[in-house]
């Protein structure tokens, strides 16, 4: 495989999903090795690429998963283009869709989930004057036993070119994951569990009177990956109809901000429809709330409904180009003095009509 620069997102949340509609929908319940999934993702079925579909090139969509829509380009901070990105929900066992895709991406071993993943507990900051011995550890690695109150799994891996990130959270339910690969630029780190272990023995060291050693690592645990063991009372969620906030509400910062009469474009448009339930992947510049759509119309006339908005004190016109295959593209920027951006991409979906990805911040 050539060089290239890849980062892999996955969000996932307990959850085997691949279809939902206004009513209660089937779904698949796999109970997983990763995690056992107590509710659904909502996803509109009709966007949903299955297992065998062409992601881009020779990269497939691996078991456990779907492609939302399609691979999308993707942009650098300054808009210009830089290689392409993808979306997928997750609907097998999370530790083995990840394995997946690091061996179709040709990792390796240090990628594996065994190297890659930490399972959390909700973040707790003790005292000053709390006792050593009621400090909870925050993480544990895959073959420890659960902790108490985990709801978190993330995983990440740096290989040359590629990086894979990993999220599963249980609220809001979310069962994603998120595919880039860079034309341009290039990392390389230690595991996020070497750096995991690399903490415990420099911990042990101080603990003994020592002076930590650099780079040593603790001994990894032996034994398989053990279940992440979520406790939730979390519901379903939903596809946002025409009309609704494409967010569902996640952004709380945006809905303490805006009025009814100075709405930013934050709708899904008339005779649009979600493909897949909006989520969050934290970043740079905060909550990072993120959606897919279909809307009618070519990628000019589908961002039509997110351009024209009021509130919004700058509107750019960003990137636009032809993919792989040919399907033409149009990016654009928007920005709000509350501390509100707005980035749009509408790809070309055939027949007269455009997928278009969303994602907005807000300081």
Request: proline content about 10%; hydrophobic content about 35%.
């Amino acid at each position: 495989m050539g060089r290239r620069w890849v980062v892999l997102v996955i969000v996932v949340a307990m959850t085997s999903v691949v279809a939902c509609t206004d009513d209660p929908a089937p779904t698949t319940t796999t109970q997983l090795q990763g995690v056992v999934p107590p509710h659904r993702v909502a996803v509109d079925p009709e966007g949903a690429q299955p297992p065998g579909s062409e992601v881009r090139g020779s990269l497939t969509v691996q078991e456990g998963s779907h492609l939302i829509g399609a691979a999308f380009p993707r942009l650098d901070a300054d808009g210009t283009e830089n290689g392409w990105q993808a979306y997928l929900t997750i609907d097998g066992d999370p530790y083995e869709v990840w394995d997946r895709y690091v061996d179709a991406l040709e990792l390796g071993e240090n990628a594996s989930a065994l190297n890659s993943c930490l399972v959390r507990r909700p973040d707790s900051t003790p005292t000053d004057d709390t006792p050593p011995s009621q400090v909870q550890p925050w993480y544990r690695l895959l073959p420890e036993q659960p902790l108490e109150g985990e709801n978190r799994l993330e995983c990440s891996a740096f290989v040359d070119e590629t990086e894979l990130e990993l999220v599963m959270s249980e609220r809001p339910p979310v069962a994603l994951l998120h595919l880039q690969v860079r034309d341009r630029g290039v990392i390389d780190a230690a595991p996020r569990v070497f750096r995991a272990l690399e903490a415990r023995a420099a911990e042990q060291r101080r603990a003994a009177g020592e002076e930590p050693q650099l780079f040593e690592r603790a001994p990894m645990p032996p034994g398989p990956a053990v279940p992440v063991a979520f406790e939730v009372d979390s519901t379903d969620s939903r596809l946002p109809r025409p009309g609704d906030r494409w967010d569902d509400g996640l952004d709380h910062s945006l809905s303490l901000r805006m009025s009814s009469d100075d709405a930013p474009p934050n709708a899904v448009p008339a005779h649009g429809r979600s493909l897949m339930a909006p989520f969050q992947l934290q970043g740079a510049c905060g909550p990072g709330t993120t959606a897919i759509m279909w809307v009618p119309g070519g990628p000019e006339v589908a961002l039509e409904p997110f351009t024209s908005a009021k509130l919004v004190d700058d509107s750019v016109p960003g990137a636009k180009g032809e993919d792989d295959q040919g399907r033409r593209w149009v990016a654009h920027h928007m920005s709000a003095s509350f501390g509100y951006y707005l980035d749009l991409i509408a790809l070309d979906a055939g027949d007269g009509d455009s997928f278009v990805l969303a994602f907005n911040c807000s300081d």
